[in-house]
């Protein structure tokens, strides 16, 4: 893949990856809040909801959002890294390139569509 195409997808994941942050509450719309600001409220939040005992499951909501868009937090770095070391766009099952299309929509993809799809059947085969 040519730099300039690396280049254009680093920027689709770092978008995305900012996305996620801001999600995760890690990254302030407002860029004033700090990474240390926020740790700060989720630890006081914490021992405010220990305090009360209640709302379990609204905690257990967000942890679940947490750990789904952490997941996708570590595609998105994994992609990354394969810009860096030149191997980003070739799908790790096959070793074909994966098509711009799909890199388009799905920028940490690992897998072409046919190995996609290959993969899906194989997990619904597993879920039965
Ligand atoms: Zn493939």
Redesign the pocket.
């Known amino acids: 893949m040519k730099k300039k195409d690396l280049d254009k997808y680093e920027k689709l994941l770092l978008a995305k990856r900012a996305e996620l942050l801001e999600e995760l509450g890690l990254l302030q719309k407002s860029g004033q809040s700090t990474l240390k600001d926020a740790a700060g409220e989720i630890s006081s939040y914490s021992t405010h909801m220990a305090d009360q005992g209640t709302d379990s499951f609204e905690r257990e909501k967000s942890f679940q959002l947490a750990s789904k868009s952490g997941r996708f937090l570590h595609h998105i770095d994994e992609a990354l890294l394969r810009i860096k070391d030149k191997t980003y766009g070739k799908?790790q099952?096959?070793?074909?390139q994966i098509s711009t299309a799909r890199l388009e929509a799905v920028p940490h993809a690992r897998?072409?569509i046919?190995?996609k799809e290959k993969e899906e059947i194989r997990k619904a085969q597993q879920s039965r």
């Open positions: 799908c099952e096959c070793g074909k897998f072409c046919q190995c």
